[in-house]
């Protein structure tokens, strides 16, 4: 069985840092990518930050380069996200996912319904 939590939310002010932690279990590095993802009240879903542990691969969203960086601990089935120079627009409630890796190849799945197991969800608010 497929499980995520997500962790380490909370509030902090402009400019400073939270580390958010993905602990996951049900599937192997080899075959599942994992992904962060934010949701702000009636906003559209959007992908931060995705990772494939087995090849290193990483991608981030172009307002957030430079400032968050994801990693993984294949040890502690664990994903992070780290968050540095937090902004007022980065408030969210942030969410992990994993999804299958596509079978001929690639780091992530093709789109964002195939991330198909979802954590909880952790809150992080920015004051300004």
């Known amino acids: 069985e497929v499980q995520l939590q997500a962790f380490g939310g909370g509030l902090v002010q402009a400019g400073g840092s939270l580390r958010l932690s993905c602990a996951h279990s049900?599937?192997?590095?080899?075959?599942?990518?994992i992904g962060w993802f934010r949701q702000a009240p009636g906003k559209e879903r959007e992908e931060v930050s995705l990772?494939?542990?087995?090849?290193?691969?990483?991608y981030y969203l172009d307002s957030v380069k430079g400032r968050f960086t994801i990693s993984s601990d294949d040890a502690k089935n664990t994903v992070y996200l780290q968050m540095n120079s937090l902004k007022p627009e980065d408030t969210a409630v942030y969410y992990c996912?994993?999804?299958?890796?596509?079978?001929?190849?690639?780091?992530?799945?093709?789109?964002?319904?195939?991330?198909?197991?979802w954590g909880q969800g952790t809150q992080v608010t920015v004051s300004s």
């Open positions: 996912a994993a999804g299958q890796v596509p079978p001929y190849g690639g780091s992530f799945p093709e789109t964002l319904g195939g991330y198909r197991y």
């Open positions: 049900g599937f192997t590095f080899e075959n599942y990518a």
């Open positions: 990772i494939n542990p087995s090849d290193g691969s990483r």
